[in-house]
């Protein structure tokens, strides 16, 4: 699960004019794109890679056009293509790079390619999909609707896929949120998500300069991980271009899997980012509330597995734990400490130690600690301390805690990691660390060392903006997706986006 505010555009360079109209009939008309409109999107060859290059860059790319026929076009940049051939449907369609420059292959016949190519519907009226071969989707060949660019890039391919708003969200929802939760939860997600596209469009994205507005992955939304549904359908069509505004400008609409029984303000969760009045620390409880002052209030919300009162209880992360010996900590610590400190530098600093962990020559010594420095009113942890033997570091940002302590055999060695969860059977060798909303549990022996830390923890995210298991409580409790997107985005306008013709 970034988003920016924006300004909209006074016009519409597809020769629409947009009207915005507003549940709060108070709000100044203002243009802004819709349904029928189009959003790009960077596909990944490697879903999870662990390099940019892994993930995007395709070395080659097969497909098969259903459907209906394609055309083909292509030219050294987007504004100069030119007609290359046209494709029958249900026949391979391969593109390969030759001296570092594409060519297609169809029939057995070779065409060659300029460094830009766009597949699209050879009949405007006929819709097309194209099934990849090259990569998968939970083991499924995934499927993309309405046109795909192709660039070259590092003697490799970049694929965007140009779809419409309403096709991108309904492959959106069923891969962001489970199909069979309450409807009210499923409209509630495809608000949030639509909000969420609309505003990375017209923000300068990180994508911008591979022509995407978002790419298909965490790193923005999940998109077509999983075949589209007809609940989710529903819950997009029945929302058709609304989306959360506030003071005419479209939200940040964060969201995450589970709370452990609060949300948290956006500046607490990521200290870089600016506050917002419609992102701040919500509990999710009912009658009690929460509120943490001290490390044994931690302790003891953490070590609370009764549901009761919880709206996001229905998750198998609701509550969870995780042990861990020295040893084993010693070995994810040797591998993750420098690899925060080489990747996220600002977040991970060396108050005592003769070198910094991305150091040449740096050794993580005898574990001696690891404590708590600052955590939110609900419980997460935004500062953390390790102790050793060589020195002692400390290391901020959800993210970043989330990946220093990863519960999985591959960094701790040895056998596999247990993920406990309230319900549900345990989970073995897990990512990374759920959430940062945990309480810390140290066994010592009788000197005083430190023999494992056990991780008393809830939640699934970072925690900023709508839970999604959440909004499934509040559903279940009667609440409409208004006023679930009304409890989780306080003080927002749920503003509906039309067009008329000019």
């Known amino acids: 699960m970034t988003r920016m505010q924006l300004a909209f555009m006074l016009a519409s360079t597809l020769g629409v004019a947009l009207l915005f109209t507003s549940l709060n009939q108070n709000n100044p008309p203002q243009p802004a794109p819709l349904s029928g409109q189009s959003i790009r999107v960077l596909l990944s060859y490697r879903l999870g890679a662990d390099s940019f290059d892994a993930q995007y860059l395709f070395p080659s790319l097969s497909l098969v056009p259903l459907g209906g026929s394609v055309q083909v076009s292509s030219g050294p940049g987007r504004e100069n293509l030119r007609p290359i051939v046209t494709v029958f449907a ?74 419409d708003y309403q096709d991108y969200l309904k492959r959106v ?8 939760f309450h409807p009210e939860a499923l409209k509630a997600q495809a608000v949030a998500a639509r909000t969420y596209a609309f505003s990375r469009q017209q923000s300068n994205s990180f994508w911008k300069q591979f022509g995407a507005d978002v790419d298909d992955s965490v790193s923005e939304q999940v998109y077509n991980n999983t075949r589209t549904h007809l609940a989710t359908d529903v819950a997009v069509d029945a929302t058709l271009n609304q989306i959360l505004t506030f003071q005419s400008m479209p939200i940040q609409t964060f969201y995450f899997s589970t709370s452990p029984g609060s949300t948290a303000s956006i500046e607490e969760v990521w ?24 490390e044994a209030d931690a302790m003891a919300f953490f070590q609370n597995w009764n549901p009761e009162g919880f709206f996001d209880a229905e998750s198998p992360l609701w509550r969870w734990k995780i042990s861990l010996s020295r040893g084993e900590l010693e070995a994810l610590l040797s591998r993750t400490l420098p690899e925060r400190a080489r990747l996220a530098p600002q977040f991970v600093q060396t108050p005592e130690g003769p070198l910094s962990p991305d150091a040449p020559g740096f050794t993580l010594g005898t574990l001696q600690k690891i404590a708590v420095l600052k955590r939110t009113r609900g419980g997460y942890v935004t500062e953390l301390e390790i102790l050793t033997s060589t020195g002692r570091y400390v290391v901020q940002r959800e993210s970043n805690i989330r990946n ?22 345990p989970r073995l060798n897990f990512p990374s660390l759920p959430s940062t909303a945990f309480a810390l549990q140290e066994e010592r022996d009788e000197r005083g060392n430190l023999l494992g830390l056990t991780f008393w923890g809830g939640g699934f995210g970072h925690g900023v903006g709508m839970s999604q298991y959440g909004a499934l409580g509040l559903a279940r409790r009667g609440y409409g997706y208004r006023a679930i997107l009304e409890h989780f985005y306080p003080g927002t306008t749920l503003t509906t986006l039309n067009t008329a013709q000019r």
């Open 404 to 425: 220093l302590l990863r519960p999985n055999k591959t960094f701790t060695g040895g056998s596999d990691v247990v993920l406990e969860r309230w319900q549900g059977g």
């Open 271 to 294: 200290t870089d980012r600016p506050a917002v009045p419609y992102l701040k620390a919500r509990t999710q409880t009912n009658p009690i509330t929460v509120s943490i002052d001290s």
């Open 90 to 163: 249900d026949k391979p369609l391969t593109f390969n790079l030759r001296n570092g420059s594409p060519v297609a292959t169809f029939e057995g016949l070779t065409f060659a390619l300029g460094n830009v190519v766009n597949l699209k519907p050879a009949d405007p009226a006929i819709p097309v999909q194209y099934r990849l071969l090259s990569t998968t989707r939970q083991n499924l060949l995934p499927e993309y609707p309405g046109e795909l660019w192709l660039e070259v890039r590092s003697n490799s391919l970049l694929v965007v896929n140009q779809v």
């Open 173 to 180: 929802l069923p891969s962001e949120m489970p199909i069979h």
